[in-house]
């Protein structure tokens, strides 16, 4: 009996001794030592940051004391009085900071009463105390340094990732006790698979197709035909137009226009021909300076010069022009390396690591350019400013076939171009224009990596090199961020333009971290980049959401279930236009001016120049995708403003996302969304004499899923009521009908296509429509 007792003892230690085994394999059960200890960058850094580092931070001029916590070098130093040290590593106790925050006398307690910082709560104290008593240790901030490609986390549910990325989600989730959701089904993850790809919704005979293919491979062949369509590079281009702040006015006061769309053209040629990223950016940096630089090359570098430009007279040029550049370093650090570097144009940076002195060396990049300040009065008003480049029809037909043009006249285009001579960089005090300090030389940012000047020219083609080097920690992880934050919403750093210390901190570190690497392992791949997004396993979830998960991850931090938003307001106009059969799929040219409130420009106008007054097009310009309408920056679309769209006055690298009554008015009453409903309308009723099968289409053609039976029944008995109501007066009908310009169908029966006209546009009023999932 004995022999037994132990022999089971033995069994159960073992197998105890196997299961903690198991869980610290995993993760999900680690230590005390592990799991309470406490990091600088995640956990004691955003405390001070907040807290301490306007008076006790990089910049020089507002330091207090002389006394830094963000070096440990200060922090652990003797203090100014020489009383004590801000951080005695070890004992909290004798570190003044400690007894500082915790004090309760105002003249002695940190934050002062005075800075309006607010004092820490316990639980931040609580952080501060277990960290001084841990050894204090500083660390790097975690976006300067290099990203590094960490073994795939082993989770649970061994079968459900489908790759790399899922490991890492999966991983996070387990330890929230989250479990996935299953995959979407076919219908809802075709759209928004399509959605995402393409920005249209997906056809009815996609959808057909789709759902016949029952093969292992019918997800995978249906992404790589999204992805060989010519609309990818369009939906592509969108994000990046908002970056490059593409307008086709140059603001200020007469907002005249200007002829930057060729640059349009190019930037959905390089997403559709998969132009690697490390060129993608080479070509817009420094495409002009590249040996032997091709057409397309100095094409490229209008990116830079999107930014207004003022035609006011009794200006001084000096002025705009340092505006001109200011506005090219702010594109520059914060679309490309993910930075808010502008408070250093006046000062130190109060948080991040970067002085005055480093933002004027980056300024001096672009400040060398051929661009002056003021070239004349709206009165001399030229659709491109110097340094332009000129495209002739014959380079247009043989070299820059990617543009299309409307006719066969010189196209010219704002460009980037230096002067043959050094313009020399002064910083700016106070950073006003007409007060300059010493001089400074280009470099970038000390902070992030250092600019060897012995292999790197301190010309824009130097800049561009050290962007794109491999060890520069930012520019993969902003990149792969970034489109991140086009699929799922939010990007695993949620301050997409700010990878600083005041930015969030990222939500899954490792899975950035080896998405940089791997992107930059692959020769920079984009749509490599994308499809791998795509075909996860965490991307192909359902969007259902349970009461439980909602509590536990409101905001779908650990992508327990797939992503649900509405789509931006470009693309809302793609599906309304899409689905109806009005989209006139032409890539390119210039941009067109659909119907608009009357009136708008005409109220916000000086009355002088090309744009004083809004002349609607005609014809087919009436049914071009959203990214083509053309943006007065004085007055944006006003439909688009509605659903968020960027004014582009400035680099945006994350739209606002909100949700008002004047949105569910546009759905209502835009004329474009009543043309739509109209001509799907007519077009069906000659199609079909079957109502039922009018509706299902309508439906799947709008919603992306055939209808279910309850679905179907209330539609139809809305539009036996409605058919039943214009039978009676033809007149109210014809009135309903009698919206756009698109030609009516003839012979069709007005009171039915009126009625289904009415279906229609319920259809377009639903939530499900304008959301991808």
């Known amino acids: 009996m004995k022999k037994q007792l132990f022999f089971s003892a033995g069994i159960l230690l073992a197998i105890l001794i196997m299961v903690v085994s198991c869980f610290q394999k995993n993760g999900t059960l680690k230590s005390s030592k592990s799991r309470d200890a406490i990091s600088y960058n995640f956990n004691v850094r955003p405390i001070l940051s907040d807290k301490c580092f306007a008076c006790h931070g990089p910049d020089s001029k507002k330091r207090e004391a002389g006394l830094r916590l963000d070096m440990a070098e200060s922090a652990y130093a003797k203090l100014k009085d020489g009383k004590g040290v801000a951080i005695f590593p070890g004992d909290p106790e004798k570190s003044e900071l400690y007894k500082r925050i915790t004090s309760v006398d105002p003249e002695y307690q940190m934050p002062t009463p005075e800075s309006h910082l607010g004092l820490l709560n316990e639980d931040e104290i609580g952080t501060i105390k277990k960290w001084i008593e841990q050894g204090g240790k ?66 009815v005979e996609m959808q057909n197709k789709f759902e016949a293919d029952n093969s292992d491979k019918a997800y995978e062949k249906i992404i790589d035909e999204l992805l060989a369509q010519k609309a990818y590079g369009e939906k592509m281009a969108v994000y990046w137009l908002d970056v490059a702040r593409y307008a086709d006015s140059y603001g200020y006061q007469d907002d005249e226009i ?62 705009y022009r340092i505006e001109y550049n200011i506005d090219k370093t702010k594109t520059y650090s914060m679309g490309v390396l993910g930075l808010s570097v502008e408070c250093a144009q006046c000062h130190d940076h109060k948080y991040d690591p970067v002085s005055q002195e480093d933002y004027y060396r980056l300024f001096a990049f672009f400040n060398n350019s051929k661009e002056v300040g003021y070239e004349g009065d709206v009165s001399q008003s030229k659709p491109a400013k110097n340094p332009i480049m000129s495209i002739s029809d014959e380079e247009a037909k043989s070299l820059l076939t990617f543009i299309n043009r409307p006719d066969t006249n010189r196209l010219i285009v704002s460009v980037l171009g230096d002067l043959d001579t050094l313009r020399p960089t002064h910083i700016l005090n106070r950073g006003v224009y007409d007060a300059p300090g010493r001089v400074v030389t280009a470099s970038g940012l000390p902070a992030v990596m250092k600019f060897d000047t012995t292999k790197l020219p301190q010309t824009r083609l130097g800049l561009a090199k050290w962007t794109i080097d491999k060890k520069n920690p930012l520019t993969a992880r902003v990149f792969v961020n970034q489109v991140w934050q086009e699929f799922f919403g ?59 998960k909602l509590k536990a991850d409101p905001d779908n931090v650990y992508l327990s279930r797939g992503p649900r938003y509405r789509l931006p307001a470009e693309f809302v106009r793609d599906m309304v236009l899409s689905s109806s059969g009005l989209l006139i799929p032409k890539i390119g040219g210039p941009s067109v001016k659909p119907y608009q409130p009357k009136g708008l420009w005409e109220a916000a106008t000086s009355g002088r120049g090309q744009l004083a007054k809004y002349r609607q097009d005609r014809g087919e310009a009436l049914y071009r995708r959203g990214m083509y309408t053309f943006i007065k920056l004085t007055v944006p679309p006003p439909s688009m403003i509605i659903f968020d769209a960027s004014n582009r006055d400035h680099c945006e690298v994350k739209r606002s996302k909100t949700n008002t009554p004047l949105q569910a008015l546009v759905m209502l009453n835009d004329p474009t969304v009543l043309e739509a409903s109209r001509v799907l309308a007519e077009r069906l009723t000659l199609k079909s004499q079957n109502v039922n099968e009018r509706i299902t289409e309508s439906f799947q053609r709008i919603v992306c899923r055939k209808p279910t039976e309850k679905e179907l029944k209330l539609l139809t ?55 991808k999932s």
């Open 138 to 203: 500083y660390e790097k901030h975690w976006a300067f340094i290099p990203p590094a490609k960490s073994a795939l986390p082993e989770v649970e549910q061994e079968k459900w990732p489908r790759n790399e990325i899922d490991h890492f989600v999966l991983a996070k989730m387990e330890a929230q006790n989250l479990k996935p959701n299953e995959e979407a089904d076919k219908s809802h993850l075709l759209k928004r698979a399509s959605l995402d790809l393409t920005g249209l919704p997906p056809t």
């Open 258 to 319: 200007r002829t930057q769309w060729p640059w349009r053209d190019w930037l959905i040629s390089a997403f559709n021909k998969n132009l690697s990223y490390d060129k993608f950016l080479t070509w817009q940096i420094a495409g002009d300076m590249l040996p032997n630089a091709t057409k397309e090359q100095v094409l490229a570098t209008a990116f830079f010069r999107n930014h207004k430009y003022t035609e006011e007279g009794g200006v001084i040029p000096e002025e």
């Open 490 to 548: 939010r990007g695993i750093v949620k301050s997409t333009g700010d990878f600083g210390m005041q930015g969030e901190l990222p939500t899954n570190p490792a899975l950035l971290d080896w998405l940089a690497v791997d992107f930059m392992e692959n020769g920079w791949n984009i749509k490599r980049l994308v499809k791998q997004i795509v075909t996860s396993a965490t991307y192909r979830q359902s969007a259902k959401i349970t009461d439980e």
């Open 717 to 771: 008995e809305y539009y036996q009521d409605e058919a039943g109501i214009f039978s009676k007066n033809k007149k109210e009908a014809h009135k309903v009908l009698n919206v756009g310009e698109h030609p009516h169908e003839e012979k069709v029966a007005e009171d039915q296509a009126a009625a289904l006209m009415r279906v229609i546009s319920t259809l377009y009023n639903m939530e499900e429509t304008i959301v």
